[in-house]
Nanobody
Framework: QVQLVESGGGLVQAGGSLRLSCAAP????????MGWFRQAPGKQRELVAG???????HYADSVKGRFTISRDNAKSTVHLQMSSLEPEDTGVYYC?????????WGQGTQVTVSS
């Protein structure tokens, strides 16, 4: 089973920033895309941001202009820089990796934004 290592969650006040990171094991090849979903209490999991191996990015409308996704292909790592955080950004953030027609998921990291 593929294990992704996530880091960077925590508690922050509204308007603050956090940076999430996710590392895929070196044993994964042919990574097509990496990114983040999140799940708020009582809501469905939603896509936050993704980035392809070619560097193309996409964001949820709610985070455009506030979040920036980046990746280090050599290290199989993806980062999510979150700024101007809002209480609505609170939730568990899950990293994902698409590779060889499979998807691996991280265990999730909690992000809590206080008002």
């Amino acid at each position: 089973q593929v294990q992704l290592v996530e880091s960077g969650g925590g508690l922050v006040q509204a308007g603050g920033s956090l940076r999430l990171s996710c590392a895929a094991p070196k044993t994964i090849f042919n990574i097509n895309a990496m990114g983040w979903f999140r799940q708020a209490p009582g809501k469905q999991r939603e896509l936050v941001a993704g980035i392809t191996i070619g560097g193309s990015t996409h964001y949820a409308d709610s985070v455009k202009g506030r979040f920036t996704i980046s990746r280090d292909n050599a290290k199989s790592t993806v980062h999510l820089q979150m700024s101007s955080l809002e209480p609505e950004d609170t939730g568990v953030y899950y990293c994902y990796v698409d590779f060889n027609k499979n998807t691996a998921w991280g265990q999730g990291t909690q992000v809590t934004v206080s008002s």
